[in-house]
């Protein structure tokens, strides 16, 4: 039997992929591409408009679509980068990436924004760049909570809230919905805090001598005459408490569908897995999306780049799958010099339903979540920020902007107190001046994950004849990059289907997977021998496929991998002699 | 012609009668879904006053899942008073629990007035939804008859990149999926010894050899090696719920909530937080066998935790020893970290590793044994086996997110099962047979005068294993280790399971004696539910035999049998809904303390029989608590202190939840009290106060 015209085509392409021609050109852009500035933070709006801009530079290269609505009914933008050329987006390998899902932690999107213009711009330019886009898909979604980013740049907001999506809960159970959150309650467009001077005795704090605009706890033996009252607020439901039910309280990174806990065990839960519509959206548009292999989702703070497990109770990772995430966690402590590699629920806290849990253990992609920023104040190396050291980053090194002044308030509640501290954007977001360097940094570690999606190519066969007609054939399959084409979690849990190899061009009497290729030792497949189901090939190796077939002439050997792609090749049923194909 | 048409009819019945393996069983009686959805809208045309029918979402092959509302008009919007919800077959292959649903949207809309019936519908509300799984209702009218418990959605159970393609097969022509036997050595069955159309399992220890692989009944159709495992069902909405959820099982979906049938139902309850009490209709039941735990998670009232360094030097805690959450609440809960930033005892149990509840709570289990000596008595009265075995329900389950999550009091009720065969009464003496419901209410001391003899004989007609013989569990209970009950607690623990255990394609001879009791009653009661072994040769030319029970017949009985089931399970819910929790405000005194200041003092309480929360409502902070408001306005001022009393749940019967006040008031003024609550009612009280001392 003679293989039929469009496989030829195929395979002829395959070869020409693998001799990797000369650097391809850039990406001529249509008019102007957006000049974005990462010295800054971007509104919603402007995230939008840039992704307009990127989409309509780039209109070949780039596919801009709303995922779904925010709660508030945003539109959740997500723009996909791929070579037009090199076939279907869902027939290649991809990364996802997303920022921005606690509303707060807002350099995640220019984080993920930042890898779109690398991309596009590097395209043709830098051979690794171009590489990926060739053979890879990139999904990103610079913001996963606009609503709650919305609210974090108008306010009231601080450097810790909103984190949650404008879902509104009654936090404190009184039946009325968000009715006590926090205020800014002297008007100048900070949520900061609020303090009190009492007479002597009263107190829990006193004075930090070293620097009058902070407060410290009294030592024992001492009296004190400050209180802390926390952050700007009334009691504005009159029941006693201070901010007690503010707006919102889904955590959208407590949601998602893995390890999920309901709300008295996992605070922000929400009512079930995925209720929220950001987070379901996201889930949905994965089902539909099973190329994605690898996974970045961007937050702050504290320099980490996490893996799960999120719990104790989840199950450990396997050996298998550490080597990829090992690799490239501690590359990625070199890229990103401060960051530690961690494992969440070990050397974090205890996280249920957290997205890159979800990615991982239902979707079977390698996932890293990595908190940005850590304030860079820590003048004296004793591994701590103290409140001293924020005060003199602020007074010397960004000259007094971060800080509002203590002023005096009449509050309804407390009388008399004083008003101030740092603005929202301090403490887990950078300075300008150093979030361009973040940003390219964190790009430069999801580039190395992306650089890592597997990577197959069919290497030369051994086919040795046995009979009048009848061939054995044994085809390695090669991933030259570090994450497997199927993860052990995918695998064990049969979270999705496997690799299947097929033959054209002869009848297939057995198939099996070769374990020792030079002692002859072969897994037969017992059933449905012409689609031989493959359990990945693993990062960084070769697994070699076995085929009895009767007919003669040539065969095409395909091989599909949901994560890793398709490759096929063209094989002679001719002896081929001794060697033999390494496992 | 007419003649020739009802000729032609007659034939056509006389040919269904007389299928290929004689007279199957016909569940013509039973209702498909398009007849509970006639049924419904009829209802709510009827009944415009008292019917509410909601459609509360779609399943996943886009038919509609129904909800009706059941209230007597006037008095408390339906929605606010307290409620039972009832839903049945959301297993999908459970018809038994729609009839069973039907029965009881019908008693209630036909009570006479002043019955019980129609004074139930006076203050509570019934949400009833007869078929919550459309897309799998009507399987058990298909051709070929196959158990279904998934919705519509394409689901590749097999994830081989193929969706429904090694459906099951109707190999002998006898209308249904039963089972197949594959000669086979290594298969690990073999035919029982005492009767040959049960299956058991192979064993060393016995000298059993394995002779078959057993299956259900169908080709290979993909070649995968693989029987009838990827079916074409989608996911199971049984399944798909959130407490104890199954990962990595296809049928059980991605992940919970994914079926829209599973999230629908959440939506709607979540919604409308009024419901106390619910019960399904479905594959388990809670009152012949007590809920076991379905794992994972941690129990938060014994579990004890090692506080971390930083935190133990902050609460003045030692971080080598451990301490229960209350231990550390008790101490946290006053600290001003915790108080200024709203820090509750759920997120310290959350930073302290706890985990969810997995086991009924005690107090909890109390009412419910309670409910099950009732129900038993009504079984028995109604002639209707009340020592059949009742199975658990499953991970994933409605029935646990009921309970676990939402915080009803919940339970399962498999409305019919295979009553357990009559026991001979001792010949020699006469005596009752000791059976287990009997030892069950034994005192140790009355089951230990039974003697060894006797206690040796129960335990071994029991199944007990070998090792737990007279002498050992007389010398435990002696000891004060186990008490009766325990030890038949535990004794149906390990026998429980047969009512759910799937007939077809499940685990065939695993309790080999309740099969040959369910094949007995089978033959008796429901001829041509059986087909005997019959040879078949696969494709392959593999030879098989194919038999077995009718897939649907043991929960889903000729409805003559079940119709007796149909009215005491009307009666059961009834029973219940009148144990509805009711807050009402029992006392409002208002003493003048002179200068126009008063103390005014209320107690609300709950009367009724069950709490107004069950505790684990309470610890999953499900529902609103218990909220005793005192009016305050121009004429009433608060002199100190704040409106609301609350409780997180009132204890039935004894529950009190007290609040006092200090106001000033204007002479004469009205004193007005509320107490509220999501599921328990609302109840207000007035006093004036006086003219001043």
Redesign the interface.
Known sequence: MRPRIPELVFAALALLAAVSPALADPIQPQGNPPAAAFNRLHTYEEVVDLLKGYAAAYPRWTRLESIGKSSQGRELWMIAISNPATGPELAKPAMYIDGNTHANEVQGAEAALYTVDYLLKNYGRLPRVTEMLDRSVFYILPSVNPDGRALWFKGPSDADFPRTVMVPVDDDRDGKFDEDGFDDVDGDGYVTTMRKKVPLGQGTHKIDPKDPRLLVQVEPGELGDWLQLGKEGYDNDGDGRVNEDTVGYVDPNRTWGFSWEPEYVQAGAGAYPLSIPETRAIALWALRHPNVAAVQSYHNNGQMILRGPGAKADPPYPPQDLKAYDLIGKEGEKLLPGYRYFISWKDLYTVHGATTDHFYNLMGAMAFTNEMYNPPADFDKNGEVSDEELMKFNDLLALGRQWVEWRPYNHPQYGPIEVGGFKRDVGRVPEGWALEDETHRNNAFVLFHAYHLPKLSIGDAMVKKVGNDLWKVEVPVLNERAIPTMTAVAVNGKLHRQDVATVAGAKVLSSGLVSDAYLDKIEIQDHRPERLMVPGVDGLSTRTLFFLVQGDGDITVSFDSLKGGKVSKQIALRETGAQRAAK | MKGTLSGLRIAAVLLALAGPAGAAVSYQDYHPFADVERQLQGWSQDHPKEVKLLTIGRSSGGRSIYVARIAASGGADPDGRPAVFVGANIAGYHNAGTEAALDLIQTLLAAPAGSPAAKLLGSYTFYVAPALNPDAHDAIFGKPRARRGGDAMKV?HD???LEGEDPADDLNGDGMITRMRIADPTGGWLADATDPRVLVKADSMEQRPGAYRVVSEGR?D????EYNEDGGDGVWPDRNF?HA?A??T?EAG?????APES?AL?DFL?GRSNVALAVVYGPANNLLAAPQSLG??GDLGTQKFKVPPQAAKMLGFDPEQEYTLDQVWEVAQNL?FIR???I?K??V???L????ATKVDAGDQAYLDKFAEAYKERLKKAGLSADRPGAQYAKGGFTPWLY??YGAMALELDVWGVPKAEKKADAKSGEEALTLDKVAGMTSEQFLALGEEKIDAFLKENKVPAQFNAKTVMSFMKGGQIDPKGMVDRIKQMGGGGGGAPAGGGKPGEAGAREREVLAWAEANAPGSFAAWTAVTLPDGAKAEVGGLDPFVEMNPPMAVLKPALAAHTETVLDLAAKLPKVEILSLDVASLGGGVYRVKAVAGNRAYLATHTAQAA???AH??V?LTLQTGKDVELVTG???AVADRLEGTTGTLTGEWLVRANPGAKIVVDV?TDNAGRDQKTANAGKGA
Request: glycine share 14%; no cysteine.
């Open positions: 590749d994830v081989d990149g290979d993909d070649g995968d090696g959130p959820f990962y990595s296809p991605p992940w919970s909530s994914y999230k959440m979540l994972g998670g001003p200024q930033n709203n509750t759920e997120q149990a959350q930073f590793g706890a985990g969810a676990y999550q610890r999953a902070r609103l608590p909220r704040y409106p609301s509220t």
